[in-house]
């Protein structure tokens, strides 16, 4: 457990320097490291924190050590009875929650109870590094919040101009018994026109029959006239005159020429 811990010491240590860090990145330090993360010994804690805390400023180390499962167990450390576990644990777990994944994962297992409780430290390294993990970790819920309502919103309005559409589309549509009663107006207005139009037709052929009795009584009184004239003009010989019949005219003595 000793030999661990200088080692995680030493990398801690080595871990400074950027190309120093790459190398052991390199060799594989971070699942060496994931794997020491469930012990329950203090000495080795306090070291191996430091170590992760180091590592996790080199590319995506602090995504690898969120896959490796490092996360949860390093949370636990924080309850521990020793100052120095919690100032290492806090620094790790704000490097740690740098990547969203990990925010999550600390989330889980109530890592913000533990944090709070550290900002109340006379440590000034320990609050800071408490604070700002509670930071990183408010920062994701309120974008993940504000997603969560934009969605909504689209959602609500997509909602309300489907409704809008579909209360169109029914008022263009008419029922069957609208359609019925419809029918029914259309079939009683033929009803009611039908004898208005037996009726103009009987007038009008009454009109016509009056018309053409007038005609023939006309014709019938020209035909009597011209009858009653012819017959009283005829001379003694027994001829008629047929100037008289084609004109009829008003008859009078002087016209008629007495007989030799």
């Known amino acids: 457990m000793e030999v661990l811990a200088a080692v995680c010491a030493a990398v801690s240590k080595i871990a400074e320097d950027e190309e120093n860090l790459a190398v052991i990145t390199d060799h594989g330090v971070v699942p060496l490291l994931s794997r020491l993360t469930h012990t329950k010994d203090d000495r080795l804690r306090c070291p191996l924190t430091d170590a992760i805390a180091?590592?996790?400023?080199?590319?995506?180390n602090r995504i690898d050590f969120g896959r490796a499962g490092a996360v949860i167990p390093?949370?636990?450390?924080?309850?521990?009875?020793?100052?120095?576990?919690?100032?290492?644990t806090a620094k790790a777990l704000f490097q740690l929650s740098r990547d969203p994944n990990n925010c999550v994962s600390m989330h889980q297992v109530n890592v913000v109870k533990y944090l709070l409780q550290?900002?109340?430290?006379?440590?000034?390294?320990l609050q800071t590094a408490s604070a700002g993990c509670i930071s990183n970790i408010r920062r994701l819920a309120l974008a993940n919040e504000k997603v969560h309502l934009k969605k909504l919103h689209e959602k609500v309005k997509f909602n309300g101009v489907k409704n809008s559409t579909v209360k169109k589309s029914s008022k263009?549509?008419?029922?069957?018994?609208h359609h019925h009663h419809q029918h029914q107006q259309h079939?009683?207005?033929?009803?009611?026109q039908e004898p208005q139009q037996n009726h103009s037709h009987e007038e009008t052929?009454?009109?016509?029959?009056?018309?053409?009795?007038?005609?023939?009584?006309?014709?019938?009184?020209?035909?009597?006239?011209?009858?009653?004239?012819?017959?009283?003009?005829?001379?003694?010989?027994?001829?008629?005159?047929?100037?008289?019949?084609?004109?009829?005219?008003?008859?009078?003595?002087?016209?008629?020429s007495s007989p030799k």
């Open 205 to 256: 052929d009454f009109n016509e029959k009056s018309i053409v009795s007038d005609d023939h009584i006309s014709n019938l009184d020209d035909t009597a006239v011209r009858t009653t004239l012819s017959d009283a003009i005829e001379t003694p010989s027994g001829e008629v005159n047929n100037s008289l019949k084609a004109s009829p005219q008003i008859v009078t003595d002087s016209n008629i």
């Open 74 to 88: 390093i949370v636990r450390y924080l309850k521990s009875s020793d100052p120095n576990v919690h100032r290492s």
């Open 54 to 60: 180091k590592c996790c400023t080199w590319g995506t």
């Open 118 to 125: 550290m900002v109340g430290s006379s440590d000034p390294e």
């Open 172 to 177: 263009n549509k008419t029922s069957p018994n």
């Open 187 to 192: 079939y009683r207005q033929q009803e009611n």
